[in-house]
């Protein structure tokens, strides 16, 4: 094999996209009408690797001062796989390392997807952690898999039995402006005094970019807004990116019931892996009373690590 590594430049928009779209674990997030949204936040710096003429590899990244990350804008990224470069992965990271020495930078930063995506993360972990990378972040990422029986405990679906769902309807599509003005926006700033990643205007254009992959679940009762979740749909694993309730949804449990009956959705319609998330404070405590909501949903855990290496 003949390797060489490159930067990206707007030029190569449409080779990068479709490698995207027939790599072993890349998702629309990477794609670089997702990535590009808010280009102007981060000073991008993301690499392509070729075998001679053919594009094997993308590393979506940006730089920071004398340092290399998986692109922080967007929740993942690391190596990015075809059939080629998955059979190669040590000569790959070998000349992404190269190549970051090479530019005189003192760190690199990777954070591949999370394991239950795909199993072609976990080699890439091995190979990361056989190099010499360093684990420095830790999140308990919680996801259940549909392919196998989901078990939800009672206390959530008792719901279902005691009338307190009476009366609630799902509306799917793209009303996000309602869940951000109404639920989303307030709750956040009320109980965290923060604000969602994105604004209701990102969120609308991102939409209008990927209206197949961003949909968005309302729980509605006499006219009124309870609860909403922000679904993003990861070719067969489906991510909650976004879900939040009011405080009367919360005494209905709005947001299990969008849950459950989204689990239900998704089954059928074969996704593999619902992701619900981790539970993780900004310090990287867990969140107790989140991480039991989401293990009364039938979650399990899997640790989502990111790895350094300083040069």
């Known amino acids: ?19 995207i779209d027939h790599s072993i674990n890349g998702t629309f997030l990477l794609h670089r009408d997702f990535m590009d949204y808010h280009h102007d936040r981060f000073k991008d710096h993301s690499l392509l690797v070729f075998n001679e003429d053919a594009l094997i590899c993308c590393i979506p990244a940006h730089t920071v001062q004398d340092s290399i990350y998986s692109h ?11 059939k080629i470069s998955a059979q190669n992965i040590d000569l790959v990271l070998e000349l992404f390392v190269e190549y970051v020495k090479g530019h005189a930078f003192a760190k690199a930063e990777l954070q591949p997807p999370p394991l239950s995506y795909n199993t072609i993360n976990s080699e890439i972990a091995k190979y990361l952690k056989n190099y010499g990378f360093k684990i420095n972040r830790v999140l308990h990422n919680q996801y259940v898999n549909l392919k196998e029986e989901v078990n939800v405990s009672p206390k959530k ?12 309807s799902i ?55 309870l609860a909403g979740i922000t679904f993003f749909i990861k070719d067969k694993v489906v991510k909650s990116q976004y879900a939040s309730s009011s405080l009367k949804g919360m005494k209905t449990d709005a947001v299990g019931f969008i849950y459950m009956e ?46 350094v290496i300083e040069l």
């Not at 003949?2 to 190569?12: G, N």
């Not at 869940?179 to 939409?207: G, T, Y």
């Not at 619900?276 to 900004?282: A, I, K, L, S």
């Open 262 to 307: 989204a689990m239900k959705e998704f089954k059928e319609k074969g996704f593999s892996i619902m992701d619900y998330g981790p539970v993780n404070e900004r310090d990287g405590a867990i969140n107790e009373g989140l991480l039991r909501f989401k293990k009364q949903l039938g979650c399990v855990e899997e640790e989502w690590k990111r790895w």
């Open 157 to 168: 679906s008792i719901g279902y039995r005691n009338g307190k769902f009476d009366g609630l």
């Open 171 to 225: 509306h799917k599509g793209s009303d996000f402006k309602s869940f951000w003005d109404f639920v989303l926006v307030p709750q956040l700033d009320s109980r965290h005094a923060s604000k969602p990643v994105h604004n209701v205007e990102e969120i609308e254009l991102l939409h209008s970019r990927f209206p197949e992959q961003i949909i968005q679940h309302n729980a509605w009762r006499d006219g009124e807004l």
């Open 72 to 82: 922080r804008g967007l929740s993942y990224g690391g190596l990015i796989l075809n």
């Open 1 to 19: 094999m003949t390797l060489t590594i490159q930067q990206y430049h707007p030029d190569l928009k449409r080779v990068w996209n479709d490698f």
